[in-house]
């Protein structure tokens, strides 16, 4: 019986665990390849679609395609005891036949009577039916019994690879609460941002490779899904606004999803990808950033050479590395961008930032 196809979360998350690392090997390019497709491996199990109903979902497959077996074997059982039955019904008026036949010829037989010849012939050839029936009823009622034993077998074996499928799904949802509890979902984010700065700058300073260069664009189709699920699993009642935003550094352009928090006194992004927009050498001294809720955390100082949120362009951003936030959120649009506008939120469903320019204001 087939079991979950796609949901076998145990051997991946201790990968991601990992940091989505690989063996080493001699080749950098088949190292990327397999990092790619383990990346790949995680979303198609652990972010396209739920987890969890896909485990039940395995769990009701197993049950349907048993009662459906079930239900099948109850129908052949059926029609086995109907034809049995009506077998049954032709022996009791085969042997009645037989018996009034029996009374008739008890008298002793008229010398050249043709008429009791003819009965001791039908007689015969009512016997020879009757024994004939008795012989396939009785054989074909065996094979119901044999078949009602393997049937009493198999359903036993078939349950217990119900409560087998179950017991499976069980472990992997526990496991998945708890790779989402410990923030692994957060880490293999992470990953991903890591492994696309890095195929990046190899494809910049190394020979052109296009295997590489194939990565490159599979993990950035990786972050876009990212940033859209991030942005469609936002509950609006939490409050947070999600945006769209292209950074700029001298090497790239960088599509990204990033939370809008007026609590944070400046932009935030992941420092995998400062090495992505080549701003790595610009970055400054370790300080600490005040971030939503009145928490503090330390970061490398950074200007990003330009920021565009909602159509509108800050050059020159004071800004600091830290690390993603969230899954598929690349950093925070705080004060330092904020406070080149007039803004306010749209708290209509959904919400959203509108910026409007200060008057004489520079950005």
């Excluded at 485990?55 to 074997?73: E, G, I």
């Excluded at 078939?158 to 880490?187: F, M, N, P, S, V």
């Excluded at 409050?239 to 944070?264: F, R, S, W, Y």
Aim: charged share 30%.
């Amino acid at each position: 019986m087939r079991t979950s196809t796609g949901f076998i979360l145990l051997p991946i998350c201790a990968m991601l665990a990992a940091g989505c690392g690989g063996e080493p090997t001699a080749s950098p390019v088949s190292e990327h390849q397999r990092e790619v497709a383990r990346i790949e491996t995680v979303m198609e199990r652990c972010f396209r679609g739920d987890p969890i109903a896909r485990a039940h979902s395995s769990v009701s497959n197993v049950v349907a395609r048993f009662n459906d077996w079930v239900q099948q074997s109850q129908v052949e059982f059926e029609k086995t005891r109907t034809d049995l039955e009506k077998r049954a019904d032709t022996i009791e008026t085969l042997s009645r036949s037989i018996k009034e036949l029996d009374e008739q010829l008890a008298s002793p037989a008229p010398a050249g009577d043709p008429a009791y010849a003819a009965r001791v012939q039908k007689r015969n050839g009512l016997v020879r039916e009757y024994n004939s029936t008795l012989k396939q009823h009785n054989a074909d009622a065996e094979t119901l019994n044999e078949s009602l034993t393997q049937f009493r077998a198999e359903a036993e074996r078939r349950r217990k690879q119900i409560g087998a499928a179950r017991k499976e799904a069980d472990a992997h949802i526990e496991e998945y609460r708890r790779w989402l509890k410990t923030r692994q979902d957060l880490a293999f984010f992470h990953g991903v941002n890591r492994l696309y700065a890095k195929l990046l700058k190899a494809q910049r300073t190394e020979t052109k490779d296009a295997q590489r260069e194939a990565g490159i664009a599979k993990l950035r189709d990786v972050r876009a899904e990212l940033g859209r699920r991030a942005i469609r699993e936002t509950d609006p009642k939490e409050g947070l606004i999600l945006v769209h935003a292209k950074i700029t550094g001298p090497a790239a352009t960088e599509e990204c999803v990033m939370i809008v928090d007026t609590g944070a006194e400046t932009v935030t992004v992941d420092p995998p990808l400062v090495q992505v927009l080549g701003l790595e050498d610009r970055l400054g001294d370790e300080v600490q950033a005040a971030v939503a809720g009145g928490l503090t955390t330390k970061g490398r100082e950074i200007v990003i050479p330009a920021i565009t949120v909602s159509g509108e362009t800050v050059r020159d951003t004071d800004s600091v590395a830290l690390k993603a936030p969230d899954v598929g959120i690349d950093g925070i649009v705080g004060l330092s961008f904020l406070n080149r506008f007039e803004y306010r939120i749209d708290r209509s469903d959904p919400r959203k930032l509108i910026l409007q320019p200060k008057a004489g204001g520079s950005r």
